[in-house]
């Protein structure tokens, strides 16, 4: 009797975790913080260099308000497997400093209005690396910031690549080795 009740609560966790909506956040790469100036248009772009399909929200968040500005879901297949969505999303630096737009991710920081018309926006690209529960299969992926200006012809023209590097946060698994400080200003 007791190892049906045990049978079927595995069938039912093994069906869980098959469901396509079982995708939870592997990991996190973020740029830091920078100002968007205008007439500037960023590009946030992933690549998965694994071995296997991975959904990726890419986001531009602004920092002072919380608030994503551009936002996109792609599913990235690896390499080698052919055509893909278009990895990329756009934000034109007009928009950056924006209305507050309500999103899981806002939820963690103080929500604000809109920055001031004078003042520059200042953003940071997220990439949200998400893999089914039950694959084994390697979850790689890269992603950068093209900022592109207008050269004096007005052709957009790439001036700037920020990287995104993983988010070492506790809740990742990832330890954070932050080296103790000394006295005389290096570290131990």
């Known amino acids: 009797m007791r190892s049906g009740v045990w ?41 998965n260099i694994g071995t296997g399909a991975v959904d990726v929200t890419l986001e531009f968040i602004n920092v002072k308000t919380g608030g994503a500005v551009a936002e996109k879901t792609v599913t990235l ?42 003042e520059e926006a200042l953003v940071a690209g997220v990439a949200l690396v998400r893999k089914p529960l039950l694959s084994f299969r390697e979850a790689q992926v890269t992603a950068s910031i093209q900022v592109m200006a207008p050269d004096a012809g007005g052709i957009m023209r790439t001036v700037q690549t920020i990287p995104l590097s993983r988010a070492t946060h506790p809740s990742d698994g990832a330890p954070l080795n932050a080296p103790a400080p000394s006295g005389d200003g290096h570290h131990k």
């Open 7 to 47: 049978l079927t609560c595995f069938a039912l966790a093994t069906a869980a975790g098959a469901w396509a909506g079982m995708k939870p956040v592997s990991y996190r790469l973020a740029s830091l913080p920078a100002t968007a100036e205008p007439g500037q248009k960023l590009l946030l772009c992933a690549a």
């Open 77 to 118: 297949q690896p390499l080698g497997a052919g055509a893909a969505a278009q990895p990329c999303v756009t934000m034109a630096t007009e928009v950056a400093g924006g209305p507050h737009v309500d999103t899981p991710m806002a939820a963690s920081f103080a929500a604000g209005g809109a920055a001031p018309a004078d």
